[in-house]
C-alpha cells in the first residue's frame, strides 16, 4: 500500500477553530492571568492533578495555544510552543537539553546569533561545543562524545543552502543518546524535519513563517513531553527564562500561516527562475532547486513536493566592494531592499560574510567555502520575475559586472 504523503498545508485546516462567538478569525484573548472557579482548581493547576485551567499568560494563553496547535500540525508533532524571537526558542530548546558537564555537537554554518551563543555564551553554564561540517556525517559521528546530549543542524545552511541528512544525523543521535535538534526557519512545508527524524524542530517565525517583517518571532515543535518540561513551573528553561510571544503577535502569525503554502510555492518558483537566469549569463548562482547543485538529489529525496526548493539564492561577485556595488545599485532601481533578514514578500539581499555571518570566525568562513562577494538572495513574491530580472540585469551591465 501507498503510504499517503504528509501535506503540512493540509495539516494546519484540520485544526482550524471557530470561536465561541463564531468568528471566523481566531480571537486575541490578552489575558496576562486567568481567573480559577474555586481556591482547590487553583491548587490542584499548580500540582498537575487538573488539566484544562490556564494560569498564566507566560506559561499558556488560549491565543498562542491556537497558533502551536497549527505548527504542531504542520510538523507533524504532538505539541508546539511560541516565543517571542527565533533565538528564544534556539537558546531555550538548547537549554533544556543540554546541563552542565554535557557536549553539544553543531554545524559551524548555523545561524550567526546561534554561532554565537554556542560558541561564546554555553561555556558559563560548563557546556561544551564541538562544531563540525554537518553534511559530513563521519565528521559528526566522530565528534560524538559519550556526554554529547544534542546534535544541532538547520536543514538548509545559510548562506550556501546545504542540505542536512535528518534521517542519517537522526540515527547518529540516537546511538550517541543525544536529541537532534533542527531549526528549519528556511524552508518550512519544503521539509518536515520531525517527520524525516529529528527530535524537535525550531522556528525563527519572523522570516517565512510570518511573511510580513512586522515582528520578530520562534517556535519549538516537539513531543508533548518536552514542550510539558520546556514549561515545566519549577525547571522549564521557557517557562524560567521567560521568553512567551504576545498573544496580539500569536494571533497575526497565526493568520499568515495559513498563505504560507502558496508563499513558499512562488518565493521558490521565482527564486528557481531567477538562478536559472543567472547562470544563463555566466554568473553561477547557488540554488539546491539546480541539479548543478551538490545537495540537489538529497533535497528530492527528503522534500515535501509541491512546494518549491526554497526563496534563498546566493551569487559570488569575488569581491565585498563589488557585492555592496551591486546591491547598491538593486535598491536605486527598485529590485528590492539591502536588509538583512529573510521572508518577506518583497526581495531582500545581503552580503553574508560582512552581515549576517559576521559572528562565524574567518577560518570557518573559508572553511564552508564562503566568499566575502556573496550576496544572498530572498527572493520575493513578485508576479513578473521576468521583468525583474531584466532590472537585475541592467544594475550588471552598469557596473560592468557582466
Ligand atoms: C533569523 C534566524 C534565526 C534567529 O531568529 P530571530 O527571530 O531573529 O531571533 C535563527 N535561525 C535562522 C536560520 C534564522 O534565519
Redesign the pocket.
Known sequence: MMKKKFDPAMAINSVAEISAERGINPNVNDSATFCFPKGQTMTDTFTGDVQGYYLYSRHWNPSNMSLCKALAAMEGTEAAWVTG????A?TCALLQCAKKGDHIVASMTV?G??FAFLNNYVERFGIEVTFVDTTNLEQVKAACRPNTKVIYT?TMS?PLLRISNIGELRKIADKAGAKLIV?N??TPMVFSPYILGAHIVVY?M??FINGKNDC???AICGDQDFINSLIDVNTGTAMLLGPVLDSFRSTSILKNLYTLHIRMQKHGENAMYLAKRFNEIGIKANYPGLESHQDHKLMVDQMNKGFGFGGMISIDLGTAEKANAFMEAMQDKGVGYLAV??GYFRTLFSCSGKSTSSEVPQEYQTEMGMSEGLVRYSVGLDNDMEATFEVIQSALKELKFA
Open positions: 524571537s527565533g533565538m528564544g534556539i545561524y546569533g546561534t538547520e545559510n531549526d526557519t528556511f525563527s519572523t522570516k520578530v518571532a520562534g533578514s529573510l
